[in-house]
């Protein structure tokens, strides 16, 4: 008895898994329809309509099947030519399309599709005033076979996380290699001879060896970046509609891979950022037309890898951002003072969008423009080790730029010592290391300046920000240290350290829940040495750094 | 809920010191029981918070009780200290003790919770109060004691 319900459940997942992908196939290919009616598109949307009703009949859902059926019965008409797409029959299709989203939500909760069907399969119904004959679109369709025979790469699904406990089992590996080098560099300081060389190539390939499986289980574990992109011109289409826009979206570099957990993190700040630049962006078609541009705004969205990051351009050819008018509105909203809005530069007050209770739209709409949005935007994507940047130029447009890391796991570090401590800075933020005296560093207005390359820098002290220590701990017995210059966007802030202690590839370990959130650490990892060091967020630390210095003015 | 659980069949607990005082927790819970090592504190963490440690490759959290539940935290660690790592839907924690003491079998008819009524900080933690021997042993509710503030 209990087998066969195990069973059941099982065959539910593989149900629940396909469907998905068949109806985010289904309205994709929809939205292609509304653009260009071809037979291609037609074919691929009926196969997957067609393959949702048999598995779902197989599965005994009715109203999920009775759904599939008229959708396929409507796209046999257009197949036909006996009906032609309208914005009326797309427009029913993707509802319906909605509604089976909603009926797997309900399959997922309760098991079975209790549902109201009729409305929806009525409207089907509507555009086909006589049913057709079963049996005929039960046959087999042609493209599936070829396409079978394409298909050259075996693919297999594997338990997500089965791939998190490999790659997990990696990272250990990893650690006891670099531990294994470490052994191997004090016994060759007491021994020699052929058993130390013999231990030393091994090591060197066992870590040729761990690279390539860390390698191979990173890429195991991505996917390209279309599962996000997909979701897009339905929302562009909708809301383009909705505003009375019109808008088109072009993509492109939607097979870049990258780590699903990044994935999953930043489908939410690329919707936003979406949104933003249709609701703000893009002028109505009047306006534009009034402005020598074309009807119709574009919205660009590129994804390609750079090194070991991924950078997604999102551009509008709207109408900009003034950046007087940013001014003006964080004054009044008292983000800044009429004084430092003067001497703020133009990329600064860009960033100014990113401030929590920000908004530039004067009307709050209900798409976006409640000031709430960019600064999660931000956090978000910061939580994530990235950097959002963006361009704007009047009646030109305006850019996103996110770069965002391949993955979470395992990152370039910095080794540094505070308060004989070691901590993790990562290396995409470092712009330079030096060395400085202690009287070169000037005090003005309280704040503690550097000259690094004939222009002054603030300085932040980890020893007095993590653990309240004297600054004086800082410097060595020659009245020296180490200043670890980084980049916050977009300016270099010198974090002073007791001394640089190496760099590694280190591998990530959040903090995790009994922790709690802890300002400035953004995880831990293990060294070769077996001991554990704290991972600083540079952004955070820098941003509370900043925020206390002014509020001290 | 466990509460309900337990009054209804015996249970095997582990015994051991906060401070001066007993406590115990559903053996079941407890995945290993291990000596102090070296522990990474985390600056500008809650007090709560002791730190990290490495155990077999992975990093775990440490939390010390005593804090978290407000009671005399003068007792210093020493050779008897341990720490007990148990596992929680939110991933493995260890806790520090004084002392661990043995494992006994607490009954459901033994169990006393009118102290519960008692609205101290420190018996929210508690599922209840046994007795054994002369000694006063306090049930702990390791998922409330553990929730984050």
Same mark, same amino acid.
């Given at each position: 008895?209990?087998?066969?319900?195990?069973?059941?459940?099982?065959?539910?997942?593989?149900?629940?898994?396909?469907?998905?992908?068949?109806?985010?196939?289904?309205?994709? !290919?929809?939205?292609?329809?509304?653009?260009?009616?071809?037979?291609?598109?037609?074919?691929?949307?009926?196969?997957?309509?067609?393959?949702?009703?048999?598995?779902?009949?197989?599965?005994?859902?009715?109203?999920?099947?009775?759904?599939?059926?008229?959708?396929?019965?409507?796209?046999?008409?257009?197949?036909?030519?006996?009906?032609?797409?309208?914005?009326?029959?797309?427009?029913?299709?993707?509802?319906?399309?909605?509604?089976?989203?909603?009926?797997?939500?309900?399959?997922?909760?309760?098991?079975?599709?209790?549902?109201?069907?009729?409305?929806?399969?009525?409207?089907?119904?509507?555009? %086909?005033?006589?049913?057709?004959?079963?049996?005929?679109?039960?046959? +087999?369709?042609?493209?599936?076979?070829?396409?079978?025979?394409?298909?050259?790469?075996?693919?297999?699904?594997?338990?997500?996380?089965?791939?998190?406990?490999?790659?997990?089992?990696?990272?250990?590996?990893?650690?006891?290699?670099?531990?294994?080098?470490?052994?191997?560099?004090?016994?060759?300081?007491?021994?020699?001879?052929?058993?130390?060389?013999?231990?030393?190539?091994?090591?060197?390939?066992?870590?040729?060896?761990?690279?390539?499986?860390?390698?191979?289980?990173?890429?195991?574990?991505?996917?390209?970046?279309?599962?996000?992109?997909?979701?897009?011109?339905?929302?562009?289409?909708?809301?383009?509609?909705?505003?009375?826009?019109?808008?088109?979206?072009?993509?492109?570099?939607?097979?870049? !891979?990258?780590?699903? %957990?990044?994935?999953?993190?930043?489908?939410?700040?690329?919707?936003?950022?979406?949104?933003?630049?249709?609701?703000?962006?893009?002028?109505?078609?009047?306006?534009?037309?009034?402005?020598?541009?074309?009807?119709?705004?574009?919205?660009?969205?590129?994804?390609?890898?750079?090194?070991?990051?991924?950078?997604?351009?999102?551009?509008?050819?709207?109408?900009?951002?003034?950046?007087?008018?940013?001014?003006?509105?964080?004054?009044?909203?008292?983000?800044?003072?009429?004084?430092?809005?003067?001497?703020?530069?133009?990329?600064?007050?860009?960033?100014?969008?990113?401030?929590?209770?920000?908004?530039?739209?004067?009307?709050?709409?209900?798409? %976006?423009?409640?000031?709430?949005?960019?600064?999660?935007?931000?956090?978000?994507?910061?939580?994530?080790?990235?950097?959002?940047?963006?361009?704007?130029?009047?009646?030109?447009?305006?850019?996103?730029?996110?770069?965002?890391?391949?993955?979470?796991?395992?990152?370039?570090?910095?080794?540094?010592?505070?308060?004989?401590?070691?901590?993790?800075?990562?290396? =995409?933020?470092?712009?330079?290391?030096?060395?400085?005296?202690?009287?070169?560093?000037?005090?003005?207005?309280?704040?503690?300046?550097?000259?690094?390359?004939?222009?002054?820098?603030?300085?932040?002290?980890?020893?007095?920000?993590?653990?309240?220590?004297?600054? =004086?701990?800082?410097?060595?017995?020659?009245?020296?240290?180490?200043?670890?210059?980084?980049?916050?966007?977009?300016?270099?802030?010198?974090?002073?350290?007791?001394?640089?202690?190496?760099?590694?590839?280190?591998?990530?370990? +959040?903090?995790?829940?009994?922790?709690?959130?802890?300002?400035?650490?953004?995880?831990?990892?293990?060294?070769?040495?077996?001991?554990?060091?704290?991972?600083?967020?540079?952004?955070?630390?820098?941003?509370?750094?900043?925020?206390?210095?002014?509020?001290?003015? | 809920?466990?509460?309900?659980?337990?009054?209804?069949?015996?249970?095997?607990?582990?015994?051991?010191?906060?401070?001066?005082?007993?406590?115990?927790?559903?053996?079941?819970?407890?995945?290993?029981?291990?000596?102090?090592?070296?522990?990474?504190?985390?600056?500008?963490?809650?007090?709560?918070?002791?730190?990290?440690?490495?155990?077999?490759?992975?990093?775990? +959290?440490?939390?010390?009780?005593?804090?978290?539940?407000?009671?005399?935290?003068?007792?210093?660690?020493?050779?008897?200290?341990?720490?007990?790592?148990?596992?929680?839907?939110?991933? %493995?924690?260890?806790?520090?003790?004084?002392?661990?003491?043995?494992?006994?079998?607490?009954?459901?008819?033994?169990?006393?919770?009118?102290?519960?009524?008692?609205?101290?900080?420190?018996?929210?933690?508690?599922?209840?109060?046994?007795?054994?021997?002369?000694?006063?042993?306090?049930?702990?509710?390791?998922?409330?004691?553990?929730?984050?503030?």
């Amino acid at each position: 008895m209990t087998n066969s319900d195990f069973d059941m459940t099982q065959y539910l997942d593989l149900f629940m898994q396909e469907s998905r992908e068949q109806l985010e196939t289904l309205e994709t !290919e929809i939205l292609n329809l509304e653009k260009k009616t071809s037979q291609d598109h037609l074919q691929l949307i009926f196969r997957a309509a067609h393959n949702l009703k048999g598995s779902s009949r197989a599965m005994g859902f009715t109203h999920f099947s009775s759904i599939t059926h008229e959708i396929e019965n409507l796209l046999d008409k257009l197949r036909c030519k006996e009906l032609v797409v309208t914005t009326e029959i797309t427009d029913t299709l993707l509802s319906s399309v909605d509604s089976l989203n909603q009926l797997l939500k309900i399959i997922a909760k309760t098991g079975n599709d209790d549902f109201d069907s009729n409305e929806i399969v009525k409207k089907l119904q509507s555009f %086909s005033s006589h049913r057709i004959d079963e049996k005929q679109t039960d046959l +087999p369709l042609k493209p599936n076979h070829t396409e079978k025979i394409l298909e050259g790469t075996q693919t297999l699904r594997v338990d997500i996380s089965r791939l998190d406990h490999i790659m997990n089992l990696v990272e250990e590996l990893v650690i006891d290699r670099t531990k294994i080098s470490q052994i191997k560099q004090n016994l060759s300081q007491a021994f020699s001879g052929s058993d130390i060389n013999n231990l030393s190539k091994t090591i060197d390939h066992l870590a040729i060896i761990t690279g390539d499986l860390q390698d191979q289980i990173m890429r195991a574990r991505m996917m390209p970046i279309d599962t996000i992109f997909n979701r897009f011109p339905r929302v562009v289409r909708d809301l383009a509609n909705k505003l009375g826009k019109e808008v088109k979206l072009e993509v492109s570099g939607g097979d870049t !891979e990258l780590d699903r %957990s990044v994935l999953e993190v930043i489908g939410d700040p690329l919707l936003h950022i979406l949104r933003n630049s249709i609701d703000h962006g893009i002028e109505t078609p009047d306006e534009r037309e009034k402005k020598g541009k074309s009807r119709e705004g574009t919205i660009q969205i590129h994804a390609k890898h750079q090194e070991k990051s991924i950078i997604i351009d999102i551009i509008d050819n709207g109408k900009g951002i003034d950046i007087k008018k940013i001014k003006s509105k964080a004054i009044t909203k008292n983000l800044i003072s009429q004084e430092s809005a003067e001497k703020m530069s133009d990329n600064e007050a860009l960033h100014l969008l990113f401030t929590s209770g920000f908004s530039t739209a004067t009307e709050v709409s209900e798409v %976006s423009g409640r000031g709430v949005g960019m600064d999660i935007v931000r956090s978000n994507i910061q939580k994530l080790g990235g950097v959002i940047d963006l361009n704007t130029e009047l009646d030109i447009g305006t850019t996103f730029t996110l770069k965002i890391p391949l993955t979470l796991a395992i990152i370039r570090g910095l080794l540094v010592t505070v308060s004989q401590t070691t901590y993790v800075l990562p290396f =995409e933020y470092i712009i330079e290391i030096i060395v400085i005296k202690k009287n070169q560093i000037q005090n003005i207005c309280g704040k503690d300046i550097y000259v690094f390359r004939e222009k002054p820098i603030s300085l932040i002290w980890l020893n007095k920000v993590l653990y309240d220590n004297d600054k =004086e701990h800082s410097f060595d017995k020659h009245d020296q240290c180490s200043v670890v210059i980084v980049n916050y966007l977009g300016n270099p802030i010198g974090l002073i350290t007791e001394g640089i202690a190496g760099e590694q590839e280190v591998v990530i370990k +959040p903090l995790g829940y009994f922790c709690g959130e802890v300002p400035g650490i953004s995880g831990s990892t293990i060294l070769g040495s077996g001991n554990i060091a704290l991972i600083i967020d540079i952004n955070h630390l820098v941003r509370d750094q900043k925020t206390s210095i002014d509020l001290k003015e | 809920m466990s509460l309900i659980e337990k009054k209804e069949q015996a249970f095997q607990s582990v015994v051991f010191k906060l401070g001066n005082d007993l406590y115990c927790m559903d053996i079941f819970r407890v995945n290993e029981i291990i000596r102090l090592r070296e522990i990474t504190p985390i600056p500008r963490s809650s007090a709560h918070v002791k730190g990290l440690i490495n155990l077999r490759g992975k990093t775990i +959290p440490v939390v010390d009780l005593k804090v978290r539940m407000n009671l005399d935290p003068s007792c210093e660690l020493d050779d008897n200290s341990r720490i007990i790592v148990v596992d929680t839907p939110h991933g %493995s924690v260890g806790i520090i003790v004084d002392a661990v003491k043995e494992v006994a079998t607490i009954y459901p008819e033994n169990i006393d919770t009118s102290s519960l009524l008692l609205s101290d900080d420190s018996s929210q933690h508690l599922l209840g109060v046994t007795r054994k021997n002369e000694n006063v042993i306090s049930i702990l509710n390791l998922d409330k004691a553990l929730s984050a503030v």
